[in-house]
């Protein structure tokens, strides 16, 4: 089985930063792509950034220049910096990775609220 958790959430103000971070973990697996997807209250989930295991990247035209989709593949770890921070940023993010373990499967963290003020 393996694990996604989030870290990094928090309140900041309108044109500040955040960077999060999302850690698997887990024995005998292989992470191919990742994402950060977002979800505001009463709005449907949506993808904010991914990247792919060679580190191609796309984003989200609300985020881009804003928001940097990394990850670290020896510390099986995505990260998502976020700067210019704006308040309809606010939502609770989520990490997701499509994972090979005997299969390939699809992984959702337990997400991580940020909040923005104006």
């Known amino acids: 089985q393996v694990q996604l958790v989030e870290s990094g959430g928090g309140l900041v103000q309108a044109g500040g930063s955040l960077r999060l971070s999302c850690a698997a973990s887990?024995?005998?697996?292989?992470?191919?792509?990742m994402a950060w997807y977002r979800q505001a209250p009463g709005k449907q989930r949506d993808m904010v950034a991914r990247?792919?295991?060679?580190?191609?990247?796309n984003y989200a035209d609300s985020v881009k220049g804003r928001f940097t989709i990394s990850r670290d593949n020896n510390k099986n770890t995505l990260y998502l910096q976020m700067n210019s921070l704006k308040p309809e940023d606010t939502a609770v993010y989520y990490c997701n990775a499509y994972i090979t373990n005997a299969g390939l499967y699809n992984y959702w963290g337990q997400g991580t609220q940020v909040t923005v003020s104006s």
């Open positions: 990247i792919t295991a060679a580190g191609s990247t």
């Open positions: 887990g024995s005998s697996f292989r992470i191919v792509n």
